[in-house]
């Protein structure tokens, strides 16, 4: 597609549910990041995908939180017994060459109550 | 640990007040520099950036950054700003080779 597709745009659920976002990236985009952008903390990076090598699960805040890139395109962040302090946006971005900057999707608002 | 300061959170100006806003970065390599931008119910966006050679850089809708590599700074600036400019700005370093930090953020407002 023209940019990069996130779905939902909007997510609530209760907390101890699990929950799956979809990131589809820009077509040709080897790079897939995603991100965390809470209220006054900005954004805080949490995995990084490129190509076929294995990604960067640095930032990930816990074991609750997995993603998996399949065929090098589409990636789902699974956050498993979602918890109150995991509301945020989760932001998506791809990159053909990372010092080039990236192009974000619009995120998802995930509201966990 | 690299690291990236913003420290006005939040900005108010009239239109055709001057603005700049503040970026410091902790990172002793060579840096790649970024501001982007997220107006209001949309997606961030690549405003400028920053890679080598001139250290002032000018970016999309009259918005320049100025690289300073004794103070650690990269600085936005437009001498004129509009309503629209309201948004919330981010600057960030390329950390690497692929991993960015970026600021908490400015939130601009512009008030018409």
């Known amino acids: 597609g023209a940019g990069v597709s996130q779905s939902p745009s909007n997510k609530v659920t209760e907390k101890g549910k699990d929950v799956e976002l979809r990131c589809d990236p820009i077509s040709g985009h080897t790079a897939l990041y995603w991100y965390r952008q809470s209220l006054g903390q900005g954004l805080e990076f949490l995995i990084y995908?490129?190509?076929?090598?294995?990604?960067?699960k640095s930032g990930l805040p816990s074991d609750r939180f997995s993603a998996e890139r399949t065929g090098g395109s589409v990636s789902t962040l699974t956050i498993q017994r979602t918890q109150q302090e995991d509301s945020a946006v989760y932001l998506c971005a791809s990159s053909s060459d990372t010092s080039y900057g990236y192009t974000f999707g619009s995120g998802t608002r995930l509201t966990v109550v | 640990a690299q690291s990236v300061s913003q420290h006005n959170h939040h900005v108010i100006l009239s239109e055709a007040a001057s603005l700049e806003l503040g970026c410091n970065y902790s990172y002793g390599g060579t840096v790649n520099l970024f501001w982007y931008v997220q107006y209001p119910g949309q997606h961030l966006q690549l405003l400028l950036k920053?890679?080598?050679?001139?250290?002032l850089v000018k970016g999309i809708k009259g918005f320049e950054a100025e690289f300073i590599k004794s103070k650690f700074s990269f600085n936005l600036r437009k001498p004129s700003v509009q309503w629209s400019d309201t948004a919330e700005y981010f600057c960030?370093?390329?950390?690497?080779?692929?991993?960015?930090?970026f600021g908490t953020g400015t939130r601009l407002k512009v008030l018409a």
């Open positions: 920053y890679f080598s050679g001139d250290p």
């Open positions: 995908f490129q190509g076929n090598s294995a990604p960067d």
């Open positions: 960030a370093v390329l950390s690497g080779t692929y991993k960015y930090i």
